[in-house]
């Protein structure tokens, strides 16, 4: 591998930026391609399936056999509301292996004794996230009920086009939410991106049932729409 | 601590940076029960040194020892391992997989 291509994996990847290396098996020659490049590489299909996988794989092209060495970054996923569902959550979205973080400034919820699985952080939205980097590999999770919180944490997923964004709340709520967003300057093709009641409907009744169905929505998202390709900066 | 992939290919530039003769090494592929899935890397500097894992142990040490070879001659090279024939290789996985490594210099 070229040191330049190995500086730049890295460096695509300190900055939460998915590439993938490829390689021809058969003359060693190499190439990187940045996530914001695939859509016009002339292999983009290949690459995207690859990204969307998350996984490193063997492929064929032009009879060529390439080795796609796949660098997607960790999904994190930021609850905003440190309520039962999100206890639930927490400890399923561990075993799956999603980075979680629970925000709430209600200091009242908002403790380590309540989410031994995650770390949570005791303060307004607005505060943290713009500290946190939100980007088309996080997911954000509404479930205060509460415009107060849910709002700013809202605005933020929108703007830095979250891969999943779910709100609780009845479509009554919803609807309501949607004129705030409006208000804010976002269109319906931005507003459509949010899940809304959260979770899929598989009848879930208690907090950690809603949990699974959450979670369930948040791999469908990463798993199997494709990924709104990263805009080359 | 495990190390993680992000650690590895870091570590694969500090040692570059360092002035040593560096590989890195990528399981391209996997039959049956392998231990380690495609994509892991395993990097080695010229003195031996390595980080990370290819197969969980079983065959990192004929991994490492070809890998001095290629920083030697900076030919890539790919190995193969397995259970299912004892004179195409060297060292077998314990768990009854194959595994397909690609080994090459950092130039």
């Not at chain 1, 890295?10 to 590439?19: F, G, H, I, L």
């Not at chain 1, 990204?51 to 930021?78: C, M, N, W, Y």
């Not at chain 1, 629970?102 to 713009?130: G, H, K, S």
């Amino acid at each position: 591998m070229r040191l330049d291509l190995l500086k730049t994996l890295n460096e695509e990847r300190k900055a939460r930026r998915a590439a993938i290396l490829v390689t021809d098996m058969a003359s060693g020659e190499q190439r990187l391609v940045k996530g914001a490049d695939i859509a016009a590489d002339p292999l983009a299909d290949l690459l995207d399936q690859a990204l969307r996988a998350g996984k490193s794989r063997s492929a064929e092209h032009d009879g060529k056999q390439l080795f796609l060495t796949v660098q997607a970054p960790p999904v994190r996923i930021f609850c905003i509301g440190a309520v039962h569902i999100s206890q639930a959550l927490a400890p399923m979205a561990k075993l799956t292996g999603f980075d979680l973080t629970v925000i709430d400034p209600r200091t009242a919820f908002a403790t380590p004794e309540r989410f031994p699985d995650a770390p949570v952080l005791a303060d307004w939205p607005q505060n943290v996230l713009p500290g946190l980097g939100l980007d088309q590999y996080t997911g954000v999770c509404l479930l205060t009920h509460d415009p107060k919180i849910d709002d700013p944490a809202l605005i933020a997923a929108l703007k830095a086009e979250c891969f999943y964004i779910g709100a609780l709340g009845s479509r009554k709520t919803h609807a309501k939410r949607v004129e705030r967003m409006m208000a804010e300057g976002f269109g319906e093709d931005a507003l459509k991106r949010i899940h809304a009641p959260i979770g899929l409907d598989i009848g879930s009744v208690s907090p950690a049932e809603i949990a699974v169905s959450v979670l369930g929505e948040i791999i469908a998202a990463l798993r199997k729409k494709p990924l709104r390709v990263e805009k080359a900066a | 601590m495990l190390a993680s992939d992000d650690d590895i290919l870091i570590k694969a530039q500090d040692w570059k940076a360092a002035g040593k003769g560096v590989a890195i090494a990528t399981v391209v592929e996997t039959w049956g029960s392998a231990p380690r899935p495609v994509g892991s890397h395993l990097v080695i500097d010229e003195d031996g040194n390595f980080l990370g894992s290819v197969s969980g142990g079983c065959v990192e040490g004929e991994v490492v020892s070809e890998a001095t070879d290629v920083i030697a001659d900076g030919k890539a090279r790919t190995l193969e391992f397995g259970v299912a024939d004892e004179t195409a290789w060297r060292v077998g996985l314990s768990c009854g997989g194959r595994i397909r490594v690609f080994v090459e210099r950092v130039d």
